[in-house]
């Protein structure tokens, strides 16, 4: 087993844990439910039932993952060895302030004077039944924790105890440098704080992943999915988590909304799902989403991907920026009536951007202005006719819509209101002097 060849290989290290590593954040039970799982297969050779509880909602824990895994899951083998066939085994993770702990037994709990506390260095029952223990010892220890047994009769009872923290004696654990006050104002170091908002009800994830980013992002919690394209924020957020299902809509409805709409459609969004297997994935696949991730929280990796979504999207906007002034006419308002007029107009075009029949009559009648008026005073402030400034909103939308590589050639030229995605790509072609497909080749 690979516990087993890890645990050798640390055996001939002295005082010292993986090479280059360091202690990882984890939600502590998710973490510790992934190495019983991983266990599940031997302990079913034996017909023996693995249950696992837990006395709170979610925490945070740091320790070096691969030591760790390996000493925990050798520790249940050797327990699994222990237990008879057909046999049971319960474990209990809780917590206190600074430290959590996992009890693992492989009988009912018996009274206190007839347990016998035991040194395992010293302890040769627990060694004729659970085999050599020096290693895992080691490397609770060296994780700051320590390991405590007792029996009677048979069965056998495991108290693993380890700092919350992840202090170690041999590894300096890295430290997240927190916003710092000035002004009144939160200033972050070396950039500014991204914007994350989590569209969830479950109180209980909610306020644990807001604890677990806060000091990196700015959180913003909504618990009505109906409000979602209705976002009252300061700003539009950075990156979208979806929880699977929130007030009873199914997170993926939420994540398809988000992506129909063009204001919110470049966004990131990443989608929790209850199951971890290959038909829960595909059952995702046509609602937009950019990342699905596991319920069962993996708080490290989620914060890596979240930052790998960010990263990526800004990357997206700066080649945008980088030609949008070339494409959209620049308005030359000379008065704040000149910036009102543009912005309406711009938020109609947004608006019936998927309307194959939306005409400049129409534009004008929802503008309350006769066509002439609307014509000249379009043209004096953007230097471009109407029908001309409808058709570069448009293909400004669809260089947008191509970048985010979110929607085919089909599906953008339907919801710029192009007749067949034909036609979409000979009007692109001809403003853009490329193909729409080669037009993303050139741009990545």
Not at 21 to 40: A, D, G, H, K, M
């Amino acid at each position: 087993m690979s516990c087993y060849q890890n645990i050798a290989v640390f055996d001939d290290k002295e005082n010292e844990l993986h090479p280059g590593s360091s202690p990882i954040e984890f939600e502590l039970y998710t973490f510790i439910t992934s190495i019983v799982n991983q266990c599940r297969a031997y302990a079913d050779t034996r017909q023996i039932k693995l249950n696992i509880n837990k006395d709170f909602s979610y925490i945070s824990c740091r320790v070096d993952e691969i030591t760790m895994t390996a000493a925990l899951q050798c520790l249940l083998n050797k327990m699994i060895e222990a237990t008879p066939c057909k046999g049971c085994i319960n474990m209990d993770v809780s917590h206190s302030i600074k430290h959590w702990n996992l009890q693992i037994t492989n009988g009912p709990e018996c009274r206190q004077s007839h347990k016998k506390i035991l040194s395992f260095i010293s302890t040769f029952m627990l060694i004729h039944y659970c085999g050599s223990l020096q290693i895992i010892k080691k490397i609770i220890r060296l994780h700051g924790g320590k390991l405590i047994g007792s029996y009677h009769g048979r069965s056998i009872t495991l108290r693993v105890t380890v700092p919350i923290n992840g202090y170690c004696n041999t590894i300096q654990c890295p430290e997240v440098v927190p916003p710092v006050m000035k002004d009144d104002k939160i200033i972050r170091p070396d950039k500014k704080q991204h914007h994350i908002l989590l569209v969830m009800a479950d109180t209980e994830l909610s306020n644990y992943l807001h604890k677990a980013f806060s000091i990196l992002f700015r959180i913003t919690i909504l618990e009505n999915p109906e409000q979602i394209l209705h976002f009252s924020g300061d700003r539009l957020p950075d990156i979208i988590v979806i929880d699977e299902t929130v007030n009873g809509i199914r997170g993926k409805e939420i994540c398809s909304k988000i992506k129909s709409n063009t204001s919110m459609v470049h966004i990131p969004v990443i989608l929790l799902i209850s199951n971890n297997d290959n038909g829960s994935y595909l059952a995702h696949a046509d609602c937009g989403v950019d990342k699905l991730e596991p319920r069962a929280i993996n708080i490290c990796r989620l914060k890596m991907d979240i930052q790998i979504l960010i990263n990526k999207h800004e990357r997206i906007m700066k080649l945008l920026e980088k030609n949008l002034s070339d494409n959209l006419p620049s308005p030359t308002a000379k008065s704040e009536e000149d910036t009102l007029f543009i912005n309406k107009v711009n938020k109609l075009l947004e608006k019936n951007l998927s309307t194959e029949s939306y005409t400049v009559d129409m534009l004008s009648a929802d503008m309350g202005m006769c066509r002439t008026k609307f014509y000249t005073k379009i043209k004096e402030i953007t230097d471009k006719t109407p029908t001309e400034y409808m058709h570069y909103f448009k293909m400004n939308k669809a260089k947008i819509l191509l970048v985010t590589q979110q929607y085919t050639v089909t599906e953008i030229a339907t919801f710029l209101g192009f007749c067949n995605a034909k036609y979409f790509g000979k009007r692109f072609k001809k403003f853009y002097k490329v193909p729409p497909t080669q037009y993303i080749k050139e741009v990545f």
